[in-house]
């Protein structure tokens, strides 16, 4: 598989990554940085996107069904040189079905995750997944 995307700034204005019929807006200046997201947010944004397909991608391997699933991401950017460590996720999955296997979930995420293995490469990365019963 090939990915394509392109991405367009304007000087002194933000910026916009361009992906299939979607763009996403990003900040490049202090004036949009509480607003839009930063370069480190889109790279974070990766791996809950990731974590998140491989959930409704597994849920019909491992026959298990689910309401929702909601992930939190956090890393720690480390100064020099300038990247992103100690990567650490949340996955809260929404589901009373006895089928879900949470460790065996996690083993595939965490195997066959195209975004985790690139970022396992370099930096640390570790996660957990919770389940919560809808009532």
Known sequence: ????????????????VHIKQSNILFGTN?????????PA???????AACILKNVERFSGMLKFRYT??????H???LE?????????????IHSDDKKLNIAL????IETHGTIYNTIKLSSSISGKIITVTDV
């Open 1 to 16: 598989m090939n990915y394509y995307i392109k991405a367009s700034s304007i000087a002194h204005k933000d910026a916009v």
């Open 75 to 77: 890393a720690v950017r």
């Open 80 to 92: 020099n040189p300038p990247r992103m460590d100690n990567v650490t996720y949340e996955l809260t």
């Open 68 to 73: 929702k699933a909601e992930v939190s991401v």
């Open 41 to 47: 947010e889109l790279y974070l944004s990766s791996i």
């Open 105 to 108: 979930l996690q083993k595939n």
């Open 30 to 38: 202090p004036t949009t940085s509480e607003t839009l997201p930063n």
